[in-house]
């Protein structure tokens, strides 16, 4: 399904130069029809309410293409907004879809703004010239550098423990983290992998107890925690689990043990700079979740650079990574590789309904 959305009339600049054109046309890619339509609405609604919002007396237009999250709606995407002349692209939440529209969109030199994806695709790790791809959602290497910081303050003078579920994601996050902090010293008095979906833990926390650990860091699922938080009251083992952003997951209801840590950003629905997108997406009937703010602030991003390309010269990408942005998500810088320059990773305590900042 298209849908085309127009607002009042905006001069934006052109991709490789400094003139404006009242028609000029931002595109937005999301799967607005099939399994994941509801994040791809979420998505549409949030740069949708931005550009209505914009209070700069200009206009813009937002041509949205589905691109179902699969490689050939990725594809067709991108070949319909070349033919329709957009400058720059918001949008992509599933890998597939963006790494097939990379050399399409490329090949002009179409900025993307993705509020989702934050691993280089394949395109983009077999080329020699980077493609214009900006993250607003933090790399890998962001929650490993920040992750392993906060860590290594809280565990300068505690037995610590590393585990992770064998998976891809977790086993190469702990290994990560466990660098880091082997760079200041600090070593694991215990490290393994343990197996997962199991109802209880008790053999591995046992194991976590003869070792002397006292905290732990978990690389693994939501569920796996909740069941090694169990295990831990069951043998009356006082022990401080800590997780990564996976904890954000949907659980059941209280089965994650009061006080268990967790390291990720704060989550967007409370920042104070996402308050007026909050009140713009609900005064136009729609509700502040999911990706919605994030990708508000995308098109914040997108009105920003496009505005100032009618006075600096460079392209939309050049301007994109020399400008600094203040959006619903606070304040976006983007470095040579398009990754977001942010310190974004917070220490949070589950108080038995949800996670709270941690304050000690």
């Not at 002349?85 to 097939?100: K, N, P, R, W, Y």
């Not at 591995?204 to 002397?212: F, P, Q």
């Not at 967007?268 to 703010?293: C, D, F, W």
Request: glycine share 8%; proline share 4%.
């Amino acid at each position: 399904m298209n849908l085309l959305i127009r607002t009042t009339t905006l001069a934006l600049g052109l991709v490789f130069c400094t003139v404006a054109h009242a028609d000029d046309k931002i595109g937005v890619v999301a799967p607005i029809s099939g399994a994941f339509s509801r994040l791809g609405n979420q998505l549409v609604d949030g740069a949708a309410v931005a550009v209505a919002s914009d209070k700069s007396g200009q206009v813009a237009s937002i041509i949205t293409r589905d691109d179902s999250c699969t490689a050939a709606g990725g594809a067709e995407a991108a070949k319909q907004l070349l033919q329709s002349d957009v400058l720059l692209v918001i949008g992509f939440l599933c890998t597939e879809s963006l790494e097939a529209a990379l050399p399409i969109l490329g090949q002009k030199g179409i900025a993307i703004i993705t509020p989702a994806i934050r691993s280089q695709t394949l395109a983009e790790l077999r080329t020699d010239q980077p493609f214009p791809v900006f993250r607003l959602a933090p790399s890998n290497r962001n929650e490993v550098n920040e992750t392993s910081a906060i860590l290594a303050d809280l565990w300068r003078s505690v037995p610590f423990a590393l585990i992770d579920d064998g998976t891809i994601f977790g086993r190469e996050l702990t290994s990560a983290i466990r660098a880091r902090l082997e760079e200041n010293g600090l070593k694991p008095v215990f490290s393994d992998t343990y197996r997962p979906g199991l109802d209880n833990q008790n053999a591995l926390v046992s194991r976590l107890k003869r070792a002397g650990a006292t905290q732990v860091f978990v690389g693994g699922e939501r569920d796996d925690v909740a069941a090694i938080g169990r295990s831990a009251t069951a043998l009356n083992y006082p022990l401080t689990i800590i997780g990564s952003e996976a904890l954000n997951a949907l659980g059941k209801e209280n089965d994650l043990a009061v006080g268990t840590l967790m390291i990720a950003p704060r989550a967007v629905q409370i920042l104070e700079s996402a308050r007026n997108a909050k009140n713009a997406i609900e005064l136009a009937g729609k509700v502040p979740e999911g990706y919605t703010i994030a990708s508000y602030a995308a098109a914040e991003v997108a009105l920003d650079v496009l505005s100032a390309a009618r006075s600096q010269a460079g392209s939309i990408g050049e301007l994109l990574r020399k400008t600094t942005f203040n959006t619903a998500l606070g304040t976006v810088q983007f470095d040579a590789a398009g990754e977001r320059i942010a310190d974004t990773y917070r220490l949070q305590k589950y108080d038995g309904k949800q996670f709270v900042p941690e304050t000690n």
